[in-house]
């Protein structure tokens, strides 16, 4: 009865076959695919956040807008008098707003008209892109 040594049981190093670079490519390849699928799919989420957090301070910008219009009886003439008392006007009881709250999830400065198109004032952010119109994300928001 012959007994095979425990290490005869493996086999030698130059008859086993490893990977071909064919092999490692394509899974390279799948492995970047996947990557860049559920990237894009995390970043188009960002991005959507983005927009909900944008409307969402746009409304709250609004808000401190009329509130700054009860205490001095009149509108800010732009963004800034929420922060910094204008010159010339009684009442001011600010500041209504950080610096920072004027401008978009992207950093991009928000627009203030007043008057606005269909109501007293409007305020605009220009989306992801910082550009006047778009779609998707690069699209405009407008306070309702």
């Not at 894009?40 to 709250?60: E, F, H």
């Not at 010339?88 to 400065?109: F, H, I």
């Not at 409007?122 to 778009?134: E, F, N, R, V």
Request: no cysteine; proline share 6%; hydrophobic share 35%.
């Amino acid at each position: 009865m012959s007994r095979k040594h425990p290490i005869s049981a493996f086999r030698s190093p130059r008859s086993q076959q490893g990977f071909s670079l064919l092999e490692i490519i394509i899974v390279l390849v799948l492995i970047g695919g996947i990557l860049v699928l559920v990237g894009s799919r995390v970043m188009g989420g960002a991005d959507s956040g983005k927009v909900k957090l944008a409307q969402s301070q746009l409304q709250t910008l609004a808000g401190k807008i009329e509130t700054f219009q009860l205490d001095t009886g009149r509108y800010p003439q732009q963004l800034s008098d929420l922060v910094t008392p204008p010159g010339n006007v009684s009442g001011w009881l600010g500041p209504y707003a950080k610096e920072s709250e004027l401008q978009d999830p992207w950093k991009n400065p928000i627009e203030y008209r007043i008057p606005g198109e269909t109501q007293r004032f409007d305020l605009i952010s220009l989306g992801a892109d910082g550009k006047a119109g778009g779609d998707s994300v690069n699209a405009d928001i407008r306070n309702e």
